[in-house]
Each structure stands twice: as C-alpha cells, then as structure tokens.
C-alpha cells in the first residue's frame, strides 16, 4: 500500500518560507496523529508565531541553543508551548562531525530539526518514540519541516531499531543548500 503526500519545495532557503511552512504544518497536525511540534528558535520570535498558529491543537515545544528574548520566552509560556534555551548542540559534540555533515546535505534547517528532536528528549520534553513535527530554517525564520520519531542522542543509531531516529516525512525543504 502507497501513500502519496505533498511536500513543498521552496527556490531558495530563508524567512520568507515561513509562513509557507506554518500552513503546512498546520494541515499535518489536522491529520490528528501527531501531537506535538517541535520548533527551532533562537530569540523566540519563530516559536511565538508557531505556538500562535497552534495553539490548542498540540503541543508546542521551542528550542534555542542561545538565551531566547525574555518577552518572546514569556509569550510561548502565556500561549501554552513550552521554551527550552541555552541547550546542547548534540551534532556538533565531538565525534559528530560526519553524521551532522551528512545532515547538511540535505539543508541547515534540516540538521537543526534533527537536532531539535534529539535536544528535546535528552531534556525530557519528549517521549522517545513519538512521531514530532520538527521545524527549523536557514539562518532565521522557518524553511524546512519534517516528521520524525524521536529519540534521545545516545539511541540515534541503537541497535533496537525501535529506539533509532526515524525521519518519516519531509513536509517542506528548500531545494537550494546554503553552506556556511
């Protein structure tokens, strides 16, 4: 049995795909079997706009490796979401170049929702094995969106394939890659 799913590509990556890519989540969390959307936001500003949207439909979860603004952080709060700042960078720990590299192949906001998905259950704000909606984008704002199961990084590539990270989905990309 196949499915089909739409995915949106965008010509270039950056902000301007934002809104784009809140639609697109939105239409995934309506399909009800997700419940939670992780998002990449270093001073809040993305992550309010993403707990906005989603309000009462899931739970929403923002992720920053840097201090967030107060009044953005205080704002996913008041809306529900929960903020997580001045987190770890699993992939850029020692030993990860390779496998964070190989991530960049398929974009920044790619990587860092990956990387979201490991930050946010090493810290315990997600179950291991619940499929997520994970956003991030290149540079600022949101150009990238995926499904995936999450795990915590010491299980990435566990031997119980039950425990391993699993993308299930590309909901939105950016065909054009920006190295840094």
Request: hydrophobic letters at 40%; charged letters at 30%; glycine letters at 8%.
């Amino acid at each position: 049995m196949s499915v089909v799913k739409q995915i949106i590509y965008f010509k270039e990556p950056g902000p301007k795909n934002t809104d784009d890519v809140l639609d697109c989540v939105l239409k995934r969390i309506k399909e009800g079997d997700i419940k939670t959307v992780v998002v990449a936001s270093t001073s809040g500003e993305t992550g309010v706009k993403f707990a906005k949207a989603l309000k009462g439909l899931c739970n929403v979860i923002v992720v920053s490796h840097e201090e967030m603004k107060r009044e953005y952080k205080e704002e996913i709060l008041r809306l529900g979401g929960k903020p997580l700042d001045k987190t770890h960078l699993p992939l850029h720990a020692r030993g990860m170049d390779a496998i964070r590299n190989s991530f960049y192949t398929l974009g920044q906001g790619f990587k860092v929702c990956v990387e979201i998905i490991l930050i946010a259950s090493d810290l315990g704000a997600l179950n291991p094995g619940e499929d997520v909606v994970a956003v991030a984008g290149t540079g600022r704002g949101s150009d990238t969106a995926i499904v995936a199961r999450a795990c915590k990084t010491s299980d990435m590539f566990s031997r119980d394939r039950s425990k391993k990270l699993e993308v299930r989905e590309i909901l939105a990309m950016p065909l054009k890659k920006m190295w840094w």
